[in-house]
């Protein structure tokens, strides 16, 4: 069984340090375990979206930068692996990076670029040009990013490669709550495999809000875990059978040519 937790946080625009520091005390406050999964929403430190995006990116492959320094803290302190979420300086570009973190070491421990910006990302950040496939305890887990839900292409190769946890950081607007639940749900059956998803709660800077209802949904689509719009660190059991398991019953998969 894997333990997984969702940070639903309200992130103040422009006021990462505020921001981080009220994420570790989210984490710090809630009963987490050694060897779990911690997921933060997309942009968490910085509020989505900053003004100026370039002024805000930071490295975060060598674990040095400001979010990147707190995050590998965190993974030290907790024993967990840590999914953060930001902008990365990459050359001359800047990209909207989910960034994991693991215990003991500092660098980035893996990272994925978010393949298809949202409309008001376009303009400043470059695209991911492949989803991101690694393993943690066992778990083969592809890392998406908000507006990729709406591309089940990307989850599909995904889980050609051999997926078996999907998670998405989103900053998910309330106003379309219906559009996230059913999209969640559909990536789940249709791929058989979990999905994580953690969204941010609160407003955005125009004061707009966001949708909150960060869940974890089984291989059937399935509710595991489900919070409502206000901060809260969701916790859930996943287990791995339950993949193979639900894929064995009902070959879904191998009858679309996708070995899992």
């Not at 984490?27 to 779990?36: F, I, L, M, P």
């Not at 930001?86 to 800047?94: E, L, M, Q, S, T």
């Not at 215990?103 to 376009?122: C, L, T, V």
């Amino acid at each position: 069984m894997q333990n997984v937790y969702l940070v639903q946080m309200e992130s103040i625009p422009g006021e990462k340090a505020h921001n981080l520091a009220h994420a570790v005390s989210l984490v710090e406050s809630a009963d987490v375990k050694s060897g779990g999964i911690i997921l933060f929403p997309e942009m968490f430190a910085t509020g989505y979206l900053p003004k100026d995006p370039a002024c805000e990116a930071e490295n975060f492959e060598d674990g040095n930068g400001e979010t990147a320094s707190v995050l590998s803290d965190l993974a030290n302190k907790t024993g967990c692996t840590i999914f953060g979420a930001g902008i990365a300086k990459k050359g001359n570009a800047i990209t909207n990076h989910s960034s994991v973190y693991v215990p003991a070491q500092q660098s980035e421990f893996a990272g994925y670029d978010k393949i298809h910006p949202f409309f008001h990302e376009q303009e400043s950040f470059r695209a991911g040009e492949s989803v991101t496939l690694f393993k943690i305890n066992g778990w083969r887990i592809a890392p998406t990013i908000c507006y990729d839900l709406r591309f089940p292409e990307t989850y599909r190769e995904a889980v050609r490669q051999g997926t078996d946890l999907f998670t998405i950081q989103a900053a998910w607007p309330k106003s379309r709550v219906a559009h996230f639940e059913a999209l969640l749900r559909a990536r789940a059956i249709e791929n058989q495999c979990y999905v994580a998803a953690v969204n941010a709660c609160g407003r955005d800077a125009g004061g707009n809000p966001y949708a909150g209802h960060s869940v974890i949904l089984d291989p059937e689509g399935n509710v595991v875990a489900a919070a409502n719009d206000t901060e809260t660190v969701l916790e859930a059991e996943i287990d791995l059978e339950r993949v193979k398991a639900c894929r064995a019953l009902f070959p879904v998969l191998k009858d679309a040519g996708i070995a899992v």
